[in-house]
């Protein structure tokens, strides 16, 4: 394994011989590994996960572009992540599975919970700054990396779907939980028949707006750089604004096995909609009005996810333990159900929050 990662790393362009290479970070999606070179540069490796992005050339492709567009806009202390290319000046490697490498953002922290409403205040002008500086991106030129990524009708419709096939027998076990999305697909549809008929506008946005995608500047804890590229595509504010609500507005972490420590925090929703609304001015009153919906269904869209991976076996998200894909629903739907109990004071934070920026 080790010589076959030394072996992929010597055919990038690194500044020296590359002398180590671990296993990195939190992601659900791709394989990640932090490598050092014999001068003591640091990169991040990664085989991308060819199941998930089934065209790797044109993913590939987007990342080429939105990166190198970032790199012309990106206004100090923020950075753009930067794609190391093979020696031959590919962005990427095939041999045995894809891989690819970034410069390691140095100085730099990845959290897996904002430990204070500062930090989450930092996470929404990181990514309100990243949607803003691709206001201007052609995005006729992107591929959809995963076509319908956040069509949560289609998203129920899975679900639906692979509760009747039921391929691993643990539908029955699940009743409760099958059953607390199903039973809201009217609602959770809403934001998608508007993006259906024109109404709302579409933007190129990132699309997997968790807390652990943007780095932190670790000496002043302000946003640094937004990473994880591979869902950047066409698609709603709205969107990028539920799920960094879903993921960092939440009070305990997405897996958390004892569910009475996970409630909505309405301070840091309140921090996250103060720092996006500023970085992101010019918001309509339909987009503002429908900013808790956003991050309900965005909560419920993922907790529908992480169940249909689970009654299908565990194929799509990476676990580490048995039923590791139900503990993550089970936490979503009890944040999505106590955002139900706060829906006023959500709606009231946004006004407030939208009427000191007028
Ligand atoms: P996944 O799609 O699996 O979530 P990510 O691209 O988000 O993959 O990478 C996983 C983790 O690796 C991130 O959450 C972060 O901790 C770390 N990471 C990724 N890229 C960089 C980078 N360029 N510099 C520093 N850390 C990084
Ligand atoms: C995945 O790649 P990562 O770990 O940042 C997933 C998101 C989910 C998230 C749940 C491409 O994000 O859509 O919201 O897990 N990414 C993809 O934690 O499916
Ligand atoms: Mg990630």
């Known amino acids: 394994m080790k010589t076959e990662l030394m072996d992929v790393l010597r055919q990038f362009a690194l500044d020296a011989e590359p002398i180590s290479c671990s296993p990195y970070g939190c992601g659900h999606i791709n394989i990640t590994y932090l490598a050092q070179t014999a001068s003591g540069r640091r990169y991040i490796l990664q085989k991308i996960n060819d199941r998930t992005f089934r065209d790797v050339p044109a993913l590939m492709h987007n990342i080429v572009l939105v990166t190198e567009h970032l790199q012309k806009k990106v206004q100090p202390p923020m950075q753009a992540l930067r794609l190391v290319r093979t020696l031959g000046g590919a962005a990427y490697?095939?041999?045995?599975?894809?891989?690819?490498?970034?410069?390691?953002?140095?100085n730099s922290l990845c959290l897996q919970q904002p430990e204070s409403d500062q930090d989450f205040y930092e996470a929404a002008s990181g990514f309100g700054a990243?949607?803003?500086?691709?206001?201007?991106?052609?995005?006729?030129?992107?591929?959809?990396t995963i076509p319908n990524f956040h069509?949560?009708?289609?998203r129920l419709q899975a679900l639906r779907e692979k509760a009747a096939e039921d391929p691993m027998h643990r539908a029955g076990a699940v009743a409760a939980e099958i059953d607390f999305a199903l039973s809201r697909a009217d609602e959770m549809g809403k934001i998608q028949a508007l993006l259906d008929?024109?109404?709302?506008?579409?933007?190129?946005?990132?699309?997997?707006?968790?807390?652990?995608?943007?780095?932190?500047?670790?000496?002043?804890?302000?946003?640094?750089?937004?990473?994880?590229?591979?869902?950047?595509?066409?698609?709603?504010?709205?969107?990028?604004?539920?799920?960094?609500?879903?993921?960092?507005?939440?009070?305990?972490?997405?897996?958390?096995?004892?569910?009475?420590?996970?409630?909505?925090?309405?301070?840091?929703?309140?921090?996250?909609?103060?720092?996006?609304?500023?970085?992101?001015?010019?918001?309509?009153?339909?987009?503002?009005?429908?900013l808790p919906l956003a991050s309900k269904i965005m909560t419920i869209e993922c907790g529908a996810r992480f169940l249909t991976d689970h009654i299908d076996g565990d194929h799509y998200f990476s676990i580490h333990r048995s039923g590791h894909n139900l503990d993550r629903c089970r936490t979503q739907f009890k944040l999505a159900a106590d955002m139900e109990q706060h829906w006023d004071e959500m709606h009231a934070i946004v006004q407030e929050e939208a009427a000191k920026l007028r």
């Not at 490697?93 to 140095?106: M, S």
């Not at 958390?256 to 929703?269: E, P, Y």
């Open 151 to 154: 069509n949560t009708p289609l």
């Open 93 to 106: 490697l095939e041999q045995n599975g894809f891989w690819r490498v970034y410069d390691y953002v140095e």
């Open 197 to 290: 008929a024109g109404a709302l506008p579409l933007c190129v946005t990132h699309n997997d707006t968790k807390l652990n995608n943007v780095l932190f500047d670790a000496a002043t804890r302000r946003a640094l750089c937004v990473i994880d590229l591979d869902t950047v595509m066409p698609g709603t504010s709205l969107f990028d604004f539920g799920d960094a609500i879903r993921f960092g507005a939440a009070t305990a972490a997405e897996d958390v096995t004892d569910l009475s420590r996970m409630h909505l925090s309405l301070d840091r929703f309140r921090a996250f909609t103060k720092g996006y609304l500023a970085a992101c001015p010019g918001m309509s009153a339909q987009e503002l009005e429908l």
């Open 130 to 144: 990243f949607r803003q500086m691709l206001t201007d991106f052609p995005a006729e030129q992107l591929h959809e």
